[in-house]
């Protein structure tokens, strides 16, 4: 009679019940459930916690050279012209 009791059985039972063989089968129950977590968190999109919490060190007010959005610029021959700046951008 052989060591095989199943025929679908790959390991004999005898290894099956081994200490080596729980260490062995509790990293790879691990390392499967860290692979999902990656590959969840990988399709998930990005949380950002800077948009959840005010930062001390934001500016209520605009530190430009131009706080009013616009600059009249004085070139010769284009005394006319007036370059306005977008606030947005």
Do not use: C
């Not at 019940?17 to 729980?22: D, G, N, P, S």
């Not at 062995?24 to 860290?34: D, E």
């Not at 977590?37 to 998930?44: F, N, S």
Request: hydrophobic share 50%.
């Amino acid at each position: 009679m052989s060591a095989i009791s199943h025929p679908l059985t790959i390991l004999p039972s005898v290894l099956l019940h081994t200490e080596w063989f729980a260490v062995l089968s509790a990293f790879v129950a691990l390392n499967t459930i860290m692979y999902v977590a990656l590959a969840v968190g990988k399709v998930l999109p990005k949380v950002y916690v800077s948009d959840w919490v005010r930062s001390r060190n934001r500016r209520s007010q605009t530190r430009s050279i131009y706080p009013d959005g616009y600059v009249v610029v004085a070139e010769p021959g284009v005394d006319s012209w007036e370059v306005l700046l977008d606030r947005a951008g």
